[in-house]
Nanobody, 122 residues
């Protein structure tokens, strides 16, 4: 069983930055693609970014392209989401996910973290 634990969320002013981390334990992190999703109150969980197992390919939602960067350190079993130029509409609970069952863009992964809250004040 894989456990994934996010950290790094918090309150930031619009235009500011945050870096989310997600540490995985108990599984084959280094051989699986991983992704970040977010969910705001009353909305469906939506894709933010994903990265291939090697880190060689990255994928982003149009809404965050150019502002967010996903990365991973397989030696540390950890993935990251650097979020810059944050906007109030970026506020949500952010979830890390491991091993997509199909498309990276769908919220259909084998393992999920518990979420970390990001609040952006205007």
């Amino acid at each position: 069983q894989v456990q994934m634990v996010e950290s790094g969320g918090g309150l930031v002013q619009a235009g500011g930055s945050l870096r989310l981390s997600c540490a995985a334990a108990g599984g084959t992190f280094g051989s699986s693609a991983v992704g970040w999703f977010r969910q705001a109150p009353g909305k469906e969980r939506e894709f933010v970014a994903a990265i291939s197992w090697s880190g060689g390919r990255t994928y982003y939602a149009d809404s965050v392209k150019g502002r967010f960067a996903i990365s991973r350190d397989n030696a540390k079993n950890t993935m990251y989401l650097q979020m810059n130029s944050l906007k109030p509409e970026d506020a949500a609970n952010y979830y890390c996910a491991l091993r997509p069952r199909g498309s990276y863009y769908n919220a259909d992964y084998d393992y999920w973290g518990q979420g970390t809250q990001v609040t952006v004040s205007s």
